[in-house]
């Protein structure tokens, strides 16, 4: 149920829209230790992300390499602060450009324009392991046109859209130590 992974965003020269939430009144510096939820059984959508397995591998080491960066430190021996919960889902999308010539413009005659692409979308939650809440919910999107298939640019998204995303993770209490 806790969605976590995501990336992907428009059409076209669209740019990676990246954001995050952040609970209330919680203090980051309370958390120190974090572990892996048990994933969920959702589908990734993709056939080409659900069968390539150094892919769920390559975001795990992606995000533990943020985390430490942030000040938190994996459990060894159970008892983490939080819970890492991720999911990606990639989605054919069609973007339609008739609106133009309402205001107008147009191209080509006037004819609507469109564009398929594939819309990918990475989301990450910090859960909470006493109160079972999410305390932080961080999500990616961007096109994944030529990205899919291609493992070394695939591995350059991941690292963008956790990046991006981490950047907005408060600073754990492992780093106050």
Known sequence: MFAAIAMVAAAGCATMTVSSHIERNINFS???TYDWGPPDNLPVGDPRLDNNPFFNDYLQGAIEKKMAAKGYERAMAGGADLFIHYHASVNQKIDVYG?????GYCYDNCEPQYSEYDQGTLVIDLVDT??????WR?????????VIDNQDRLEKRVDE???????????GGAALR
């Open 30 to 32: 309370q958390y120190a």
């Open 99 to 103: 609106v133009d010539h309402r205001y």
């Open 130 to 135: 006493h109160t079972n809440k999410v305390v």
């Open 138 to 146: 961080g999500w990616a999107q961007d096109s994944m046109n030529g």
């Open 161 to 171: 859209s956790v990046m991006k995303m981490m950047m907005r993770l408060p600073t």
